[in-house]
């Protein structure tokens, strides 16, 4: 373990780490995973991620546990949501299996980044997937490079596990109905950024965004799921325009087997008033309670929380979730990956 890092103050940054893994597509096919101690790339100035957008990516996470081991919390379903963007924009498919062995091997290469687990913090894992071939017609690419590097973070709001307030913007839409808002390419979070300064300078943690045909449903945060809890039930979107998160997925099974009810379904605004407790999920932000959602526009305030102290329900999904990511609670559903 790294003896020279202060865990304890650890953001949610870039942090240079020893190797990352990479892997080439070229002539059709998917070639060995290379090992590299470089943080650069080398790519053609008119490669089709530059230019098209042709760019997708991946967040995940490596937990050490009490018994010192390393658990991947659900590599599987980050494999299969690589593929399904993949369908979506064009980019060649990387099997399941090479994603889960590049995934290990970049562990276990920057082992001694993984925190220790007293410290709360985890190993962030960031995909990357690229057209690399050089077009200027529009068109996908023949070539395509994946990598994996990984870095020590800690919570990605910076307050910790706290309530904190998000923003309706009706100015802004992050993704169309039809568009590319399942997929997890980088135009959704370019889409994403002059919103978010906004209204992180206005004070909020977070953009909520609605739907952008009708302005009428709740979507998505920027970067993670929305939920809200109402009595016994835990109620989250549908809609063709927001990412699939691995953590909505499993707090729904979480809350299903604290013997709530699960809604997945439109979520119309008004409806924001109705429920008790709310919150934002993802692989970055795990659960983070909301205190109050601003529809600035509309002049309307939605409050869960006065103080920042978060509800029941949010904090009951966040130990869960949590304790069976570091190991602490038995591992039911199968989620994670042991990296021995
Ligand atoms: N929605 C968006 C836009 C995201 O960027 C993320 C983060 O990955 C999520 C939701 C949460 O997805 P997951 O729980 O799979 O990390
Ligand atoms: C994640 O939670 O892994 C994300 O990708 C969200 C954000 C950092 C882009």
Redesign the pocket.
């Known amino acids: 373990m790294d003896n020279t890092i202060d865990w304890g103050s650890l953001g949610f940054q870039y942090m240079k780490t020893d190797y990352n893994v990479r892997c080439y597509y070229r002539d059709g096919q998917w070639g060995e995973l290379e090992v590299s101690s470089s943080e650069q790339i080398n790519i053609h100035m008119a490669s089709t991620c530059l230019h098209y957008g042709q760019e997708a990516f991946e967040?995940?996470k490596a937990f050490r546990g009490k018994d010192g081991k390393i658990r991947v919390f659900r590599p599987d379903?980050?494999a299969l949501?690589l593929q399904h963007t993949s369908d979506g924009i064009m980019l060649a498919k990387l099997p399941t299996e090479k994603f889960l062995e590049a995934v290990k091997k970049v562990i276990k290469l920057n082992e001694r980044f993984v925190p220790p687990y007293e410290s709360g913090c985890s190993l962030y894992i960031r995909p990357l997937l690229i057209g690399v071939s050089p077009k200027i017609g529009v068109g996908a690419s023949q070539e395509y490079l994946f990598i994996v590097f990984v870095q020590p973070v800690g919570p990605y709001f910076k307050d910790g596990f706290k309530a904190t307030p998000v923003v309706i913007l009706r100015g802004y839409d992050r993704a169309a109905p039809l568009g590319t808002g399942t997929f997890?390419v980088g135009g959704?979070?370019a889409a994403s950024l002059v919103p978010g300064a906004k209204g992180h300078a206005m004070g909020y943690s977070a953009v909520l965004y609605l739907d952008a045909k009708e302005k009428k449903y709740v979507d998505?945060?920027?970067?993670?799921?929305f939920f809200g809890i109402k009595g016994n039930k835990y109620i989250t979107p549908k809609s063709t325009s927001?990412?699939p998160?691995?953590?909505?997925k499993s707090l729904q099974q979480l809350a299903k087997d604290f013997g709530m009810e699960v809604e997945q379904r439109q979520i119309p605004e008004e409806e924001l008033a109705t429920f008790e407790e709310a919150g934002e999920?993802?692989?970055?932000?795990v659960v983070s309670p909301i205190s109050k959602i601003d529809d600035i526009d509309l002049k309307r305030t939605y409050e869960y929380s006065k103080d920042g102290k978060p509800g029941p329900v949010c904090t009951k999904l966040y130990n869960t979730l949590r304790a069976i990511q570091y190991g602490d609670m038995p591992d039911t559903h199968n989620w994670v990956m042991i990296v021995d």
């Not at 998160?245 to 909505?248: E, F, H, R, V």
């Not at 999920?281 to 932000?285: E, H, N, S």
Request: proline share 4%; charged share 15%; aromatic share 4%.
């Open positions: 967040g995940l379903e980050n949501r997890k959704n979070y998505e945060c920027g970067p993670a799921n927001i990412l998160s691995i953590t909505n999920c993802g692989t970055a932000a």
